[in-house]
């Protein structure tokens, strides 16, 4: 609206300045009623399509009243709000170029008139009203990029904001499918070890059985193995469960639930434990976190079952390249290490992250494990992500 404001201005004092006859009435009318059309042309919704024809309608009219007014430079000041029209909608050099080169044909024509008919060239308000309309191009122009840059940005946040719900969506959807796949695993290992713990013990009673009449002490000494196997059996069955439930969306952290979990070991066995911590541990994705976990379970269990271990130290060491885990225990040790299950089953969780796992033992000096995992860290750059 400041746009037709302008137009009705200028044209009040060309009206004010021209002779009065109905000849320069009707022109100036004529020339506000052409103004009036072809702005709310352009602000209709196929105006832009339309500015070509929209601006050559207001050079014809700029041109006609400059030529009834030659001693006065107001038409540059309409040439001016033109410069800002015309660069606040259009960047094709294809299109600027024909009405710059229309601009400066009415600029020397207005003037060749003029100094033909009074016989003087009126410099300094030429300069002066050039400058304005040079000054509203560059305005114009100004616009022109700092509305492309707003949409831009708009587009790009956009974009930006889809591809953030994507990954949020795919990290969800990995999340459930490593639950899953642990989930799995657990049910995997119940099978092998608890299993094969409880034919063992049905064995064991069977021959218990057998033995009771002939040989009393031999069916006692079964029983006692039974016993131990039913007790084995029945903390690894606990283990396990509780491991599933701590994938029910557990709100405790994952640090937490290790001092728990040595706490437990604790009364059950009596194994006393430390664990050092440096770094923060929510920075551990929780498929990690599972296997750090089951390394830690997996490992205590060993120590206790096979070294006999009294004391255990967990260290735990996290930064933003890589978790690694250092457990050592006071054990009995061994003189070389005979991959079992547990040690088997450990190793096959460190390898799917694409982790390190060795161990150290040596008689009568423990047990040590030594695992660390890679993190992968996201960082956002306008466009795209990378790992």
């Known amino acids: 609206m400041i746009r037709l404001v302008m137009f009705y201005l200028i044209s009040c004092v060309y009206y004010l300045n021209l002779p009065d006859t109905p000849f320069y009435t009707t022109i100036v009318i004529l020339a506000v009623l052409g103004f009036t059309a072809t702005h709310f042309t352009l602000n209709s919704s196929f105006g832009e399509k339309r500015l070509p024809y929209i601006l050559a309608v207001d050079f014809a009219i700029i041109f006609t009243l400059g030529m009834l007014d030659v001693d006065s430079t107001l038409y540059l000041i309409l040439f001016g709000v033109e410069a800002v029209t015309l660069l606040l909608f259009e960047n094709r050099k294809q299109v600027l170029l024909p009405y710059a080169a229309a601009f400066l044909i009415i600029f020397s024509t207005i003037n060749v008139f003029a100094f033909q008919a009074a016989g003087q060239f009126y410099l300094f308000d030429n300069l002066i009203s050039g400058a304005f309309v040079v000054f509203c191009a560059i305005v114009g122009r100004l ?6 840059a707003q949409e831009t940005v708009s587009t790009q946040y956009k974009e930006l904001k889809e591809a953030h719900e994507q990954l949020k969506q795919y990290s969800e959807q990995v999340e459930e499918l490593t639950a899953i796949e ?72 994952f640090v937490t639930k290790v001092r728990e979990m040595l706490q437990e070991y604790e009364d059950q066995t009596g194994l006393a434990s430390t664990l050092n911590v440096e770094g923060d541990g929510s920075n551990i994705p929780p498929s990690v976190q599972w ?3 089951r390394l830690v379970q997996e490992s205590l269990t060993n120590a206790v079952k096979h070294g006999g271990a009294k004391t255990c130290e967990v260290d735990l060491a996290i930064t933003n390249e890589h978790v690694a885990m250092h457990i050592t225990d006071d054990g009995k040790g061994a003189g070389d290490v005979q991959p ?7 190793r096959e969780r460190v390898q799917e992250h694409g982790g390190t796992l060795t161990f150290e ?13 890679p993190l992968k860290r996201m960082t956002w750059r ?6």
Do not use: C, W
């Open 382 to 387: 306008v466009g795209g992500v990378r790992d």
């Open 361 to 373: 033992t040596n008689p009568n000096q423990g047990f040590t494990i030594q695992a660390e995992f």
């Open 143 to 148: 616009i022109y990029r700092l509305t492309e």
């Open 340 to 346: 079992g299950f547990g040690i088997k089953n450990m």
């Open 182 to 253: 642990e989930r799995n695993r657990i049910s995997r290992e119940i099978h092998d070890t608890v299993g094969h713990k409880m034919t063992a013990l049905l064995m064991q009673l069977q021959v218990a059985k057998e033995l009771q009449a002939a040989d009393p002490a031999k069916s006692t000494s079964a029983l006692r193995v039974s016993e131990g196997l039913a007790r084995e059996a029945l903390h690894e069955t606990r283990m396990s469960v509780r491991a599933l439930q701590d994938d029910a969306g557990d709100p405790r952290s």
């Open 291 to 293: 296997s750090l976990t």
